[in-house]
């Protein structure tokens, strides 16, 4: 719809209940003429010298009071969470811009086995969480999605073994140095003060989470560990021929290497992000997240735990996880708790034989 006050249409329009025109009069266009209206040059002339005008308005008031930040202001004391109103079901949906947390930095201790209530087998990834603290905050104003981000370290590190240029930091907001420093993109409602202590039970057992690491550098490879070729043969007459990937090149036409080629090169040493894991159990006293599947990083390396971009929990501990300040013991272990996809499996009577009667029925039919 053309908004011009050349035209004379705009009391007009005004009279419609037209919800453009109210912005428009204000200085705010929302939308361009087209080239067809005969008002079209001093429609574009009008807002060619209103956004040089507010330019040059900006421009003045940056020179004249600086950069302008707006730091949060944060309570003394939040009130401690309650795990009865959280919900760890999947959102199904990508993570609210608004609802956007921090994460965890986890140290990758080992691989285990762990038994549901059901008795099914499940491979575990143990992770450890060991004094994850809030740094400092970075506000963001660029930022596409309109996130800020906080700084999160991991552990304490000795102070001889720190750098100097860290000590000032570190000593600024009252923190102990870290031995791993991970930034997270946060929203703006989701901001913490730093020296924030970060528990385990910030995540809820059986919600989805998102895990980056960098991958096990294998080094050079050949094409049959790198690609999984099948090589060449090994009888009738080969020699040394086993593992090589064979023809690359072509005829005469085109004559090169086509790029894309899947060849022989290093393997292993990059960042991968690992989606939708499910966190099996949760050790608060240790520190400790057994996630189910695999992690993409070696053993005692570090990981970026964050909630699942797509499959985040219905209503998690926001911002984060409080404890209640005269807590002595954080408690047993949690262990998640999901219906299995078959219900016959479950048998609580052995007796009553179900899974008998569920795999002869074809047979006795």
Known sequence: MLVSRVSGGLRALEK????????????????????????????????????????????????FFGRVTTVPEFPDS?????????????????????????????????????YDEHGQRHPCTVLHVDNNEVLRMKLRANHPR???????????????????????EYNKFKVSPKKRVVEFH???????????????????PGQKVDIQGQTKFKRWCGVVK??????????????CFHRRP??????????????????????????????????????PRNGLLFVRGQVPCVRNAYCKIVDSFLRA?????????FPDPEE????????????????WTAINDPDEKAWYDHLTRDLRS
């Open 78 to 114: 939040f009130t401690p969470t309650d795990l009865s109103k959280c919900d760890a079901r999947p959102f199904t949906k990508m993570i609210p811009v608004k609802r956007c947390r921090v994460g965890l930095i986890g140290k990758k201790v080992g691989m285990m086995n762990l």
């Open 226 to 239: 790198r690609w999984g070729f099948a090589g060449g043969p090994a009888s009738h007459n080969s020699t």
């Open 186 to 204: 946060v929203s703006k409602e989701a901001l913490l003060p730093p020296g924030t202590h970060l528990d385990v039970r910030h995540f809820l």
């Open 313 to 321: 929990p219905l209503r998690p501990p926001f911002p984060t996880y």
């Open 146 to 168: 309109g996130l800020s981000a906080l700084l999160v370290g991991w552990g304490n590190k000795k102070l001889r073994s720190t750098d100097w240029g860290r000590l000032g």
């Open 246 to 283: 064979g023809s690359i090149g072509h005829c005469a036409d085109p004559g090169k290497i086509m790029k894309g080629k899947k060849m022989m090169g290093p393997v292993g040493g990059k960042l991968r992000w690992q989606r939708h894991q499910y966190i099996m159990r949760i050790d």
């Open 328 to 343: 002595v013991d954080p408690g047993p272990p949690c262990v998640m708790k999901k219906k299995l996809r078959f219900d």
């Open 16 to 63: 419609q209940g037209c919800r453009n025109v109210a912005v428009a009069l204000d200085g705010y266009f929302p939308q361009y003429p087209h080239p067809s209206d005969p008002n079209y040059q001093t429609e574009v002339q009008r807002r060619i010298e209103t956004r040089l005008k507010a330019r040059d308005e900006n421009e003045k008031a940056r020179k």
